[in-house]
């Protein structure tokens, strides 16, 4: 298990840039894979991107694709979410999730990370 805490967020006008950090504590951060999601206000939580626990493979939902950009500084136990470009139904609660199950590699769904942050709050201005 690893403790997950996110930070970076903030209030940015439409178009602007905003970079996610998630710091990770206990055990060895290497072998997670990791993932980011997120939560508008009335709506389910959505996956946005998730990393291999070397990095060398990324996976992004369409909607974010092209924009975003996922990555981990294993050595120093962190995760980002680099975010250009921004739209305002990008606002949301974002949340850095990890697992270390066997044959969960860029997983969309929720249900295949055991480990969460408790989010960071992105507001996006039109």
């Known amino acids: 298990q690893v403790q997950l805490v996110e930070s970076g967020g903030g209030l940015v006008q439409a178009g602007g840039s905003l970079r996610l950090s998630c710091a990770a504590s206990g055990r060895t951060f290497s072998p997670y894979k990791m993932g980011w999601f997120r939560q508008a206000p009335g709506k389910e939580r959505e996956f946005v991107a998730a990393?291999?626990?070397?990095?060398?493979?990324?996976y992004y939902a369409d909607s974010v694709k092209g924009r975003f950009t996922i990555s981990r500084d294993n050595a120093k136990k962190m995760g980002y979410l680099q975010m250009n470009s921004l739209k305002p139904e990008d606002t949301a609660v974002y949340c850095c999730?990890?697992?270390?199950?066997?044959?969960?590699?860029?997983?969309?769904?929720?249900?295949?990370?055991?480990?969460w942050g408790q989010g960071t709050q992105v507001t996006v201005s039109s």
């Open positions: 999730a990890a697992t270390n199950r066997v044959g969960v590699v860029g997983s969309g769904n929720e249900r295949d990370y055991d480990d």
């Open positions: 990393i291999s626990p070397g990095g060398a493979y990324t």
